[in-house]
């Protein structure tokens, strides 16, 4: 095995006990985006049969085996409300410190729409089988500091 590969299984090892501390981190659970998970998972197949012919050398099959991990991993990051954070992406992770506000909406459906502003621009948005007035009660415990708005 070549340094590359190590450095990309130890990056991928890495990554999934991410998945695993955030996914304990996370104490209000938010509804996953179907659409892009399938289409994550549509990739990650795709990869894997992209990788499939490279099984003959151990680098190539760790390469393609990478990228169809991290793949899944984007996939079934966890979404949702921490003690510290709001939790919606891989790359968005916005302590409640940096928000400015945050927007309860109850949708038709009788899920809970939640807002995240900086300032006049929404850079988080969840959707939570919980009611507004359970969110809000958890908002108002880990960061009482945060304005909540509530709409109907």
Known sequence: ?????????????AMVLA??????QIQLRAQARWGWRWFYLILALLSVGLAYPLRHELSGL???????GMLLIVA???HGLSKRAVI??????????????VML???PSGRTQLDGFVGAIRVARMSFK???????????????????????
Request: net charge positive; aromatic share 12%.
């Open 1 to 13: 095995m070549t340094a590359l590969s190590w450095l990309l299984v130890a990056i991928f090892v």
């Open 19 to 24: 998945v695993v501390w955030m996914t304990m």
């Open 62 to 68: 760790i390469n393609g085996l990478f990228i169809t």
């Open 76 to 78: 079934f990051w966890p």
């Open 88 to 101: 919606t992406q891989l790359s968005k992770i916005r302590v409640y410190a940096a928000l400015s506000k």
């Open 105 to 107: 909406v109850t949708l």
């Open 130 to 152: 919980e009611s507004p007035a359970t969110i809000q009660q958890f908002l108002k415990e880990v960061a009482p500091k945060l304005a909540v708005e509530q709409q109907k």
